[in-house]
């Protein structure tokens, strides 16, 4: 296994464009996560303006509920899209430049080829993972109070549930980028479905003449969603009347971790019947 991931290590390492994209997600990521608050309250203070009774500002750096807060924030489909990508073009760079087929040649397996893939999604979703418990833990030592930190670790199984939305997520891209094996249109459908048609099946699920309304919390990218559904922020209850989450819960990883076995299990099928 530890082989595999070293030749994987070495091709990633000879790409460009991988340091260029995946750079600019941790830069932009790191911005968003100290930002966020800032962004947040900007907004209150815009939506004040309308109305009688002002919302209060929002403080989202205290733990607990920093775990939850910024989890959320980083597993946006807006923000896990260019990891996605990433995972898409050195799936669909394999085939163009053929050399899935020089790996085969040379003794790889193709079990062994989508194994060394799967392991380095699971290594970058850690890595991602570990990025944002690191900034989440910064943070809320800056900014908590004694209460607050007798109670650092409570919500701390968000960030295994963001672990999971990430991998789950990137699993989906494998997935595409396999079958398509086109990197332009592998980008457009993913980019497509996750901020588009499936926007749009979820809300279509939700008119309340059609009795669906729980469908659209299984369609795949909702699914991954859903693992960390809202911020930990009392306004959202309070007036909002939303129902917030206290933890991860079991069934809401479960199933896009199915929804990631049905996809590899595919994709290794269809790899053992379709010529390289």
Not at 31 to 57: D, S, T, W
Not at 170 to 197: E, H, K, M, P, Q
Request: net charge positive.
């Amino acid at each position: 296994m530890i082989k595999l991931l070293r030749i994987e290590a070495r091709k990633v390492l000879s790409y460009k464009i991988f340091w260029i994209l995946t750079g600019l997600y941790f830069l932009f990521l790191a911005g968003g996560i100290v930002l966020a608050e800032v962004i947040i309250n900007n907004m209150v203070n815009g939506m004040n303006k309308n109305l009688p009774i002002p919302l209060p500002h929002i403080t989202m750096y205290f733990f607990p509920d920093i775990w939850q807060n910024l989890t959320f924030f980083a597993s946006l489909r807006y923000v896990l899209i260019f990891p996605a990508i990433v995972i898409i073009i050195l799936i669909t760079n394999e085939f163009t430049f053929k050399t899935i087929r020089q790996n085969v040649v040379t003794g790889m397996s193709k079990q062994e080829f989508l194994i060394s893939k799967l392991q380095l999604i699971f290594v970058l979703s850690f890595v991602i993972a570990l990025f944002v418990m690191v900034g989440i833990f910064i943070l809320g030592l800056l900014h908590s109070d004694a209460a607050g930190m007798e109670l650092m670790w409570k919500k701390f199984s968000f960030i295994p549930g963001f672990f999971i939305q990430v991998f789950s997520f990137l699993i989906f891209a494998f997935f595409l980028g396999f079958l398509l094996r086109n990197t332009g249109l592998s980008i457009a459908i993913f980019v497509l479905y996750t901020l588009i048609v499936e926007p749009i099946l979820s809300g279509v699920t939700k008119i309340p003449s059609l009795k669906m309304e729980n469908v659209s919390h299984y369609l795949p990218v909702n699914s991954v969603m859903n693992v960390v559904e809202y911020p930990y922020i009392p306004v959202l209850k309070t007036i909002m009347g939303l129902k917030i989450q206290d933890s991860v819960s079991l069934l809401d990883c479960g199933v896009p971790l199915l929804y990631s076995v049905v996809m590899i299990a595919i994709v290794f099928l269809v790899m053992q019947k379709k010529d390289l």
